[in-house]
Nanobody, 116 residues
Framework: QVYLVDSGGGLVQSGGSLTLTCKAS????????MGWYRQPPGKERELVAT???????SYVDSVKGRFTISRDNARYTADLQMNSLKPEDSAVYYC??????????WGQGTQVTVSS
């Protein structure tokens, strides 16, 4: 079992920056993929960015060039640096982990609100 705590959300003006942090605990040695999803109000949850243990990165097109995911395999953390934020980035952001056994785990979510 992997447990995730995500934090760092808040209210920011358009063009501003925020950094989200995900901290994993439990059976962390089973973790392959770490990443972030988001769910805007009234919409489905969507992938934002992921990074595998071996260092393969993936981003949704709408955040490329603005968001950067980083991972610390020693501390079992994954940060999402978000720059040039737009109102359409407003959502609940969820930390996500997939184990080598293909089990999915989710954080509790952290709210990001970007005002125009």
């Amino acid at each position: 079992q992997v447990y995730l705590v995500d934090s760092g959300g808040g209210l920011v003006q358009s063009g501003g920056s925020l950094t989200l942090t995900c901290k994993a605990s439990g059976t962390v040695y089973t973790i392959d993929v770490m990443g972030w999803y988001r769910q805007p109000p009234g919409k489905e949850r969507e992938l934002v960015a992921t990074v595998t243990k071996s260092g393969t990165y993936s981003y949704v097109d709408s955040v490329k060039g603005r968001f950067t995911i980083s991972r610390d395999n020693a501390r079992y953390t994954a940060d999402l640096q978000m720059n040039s934020l737009k109102p359409e980035d407003s959502a609940v952001y969820y930390c996500y982990v997939k184990s080598f056994g293909l089990d999915d785990y989710w954080g509790q979510g952290t709210q990001v609100t970007v005002s125009s």
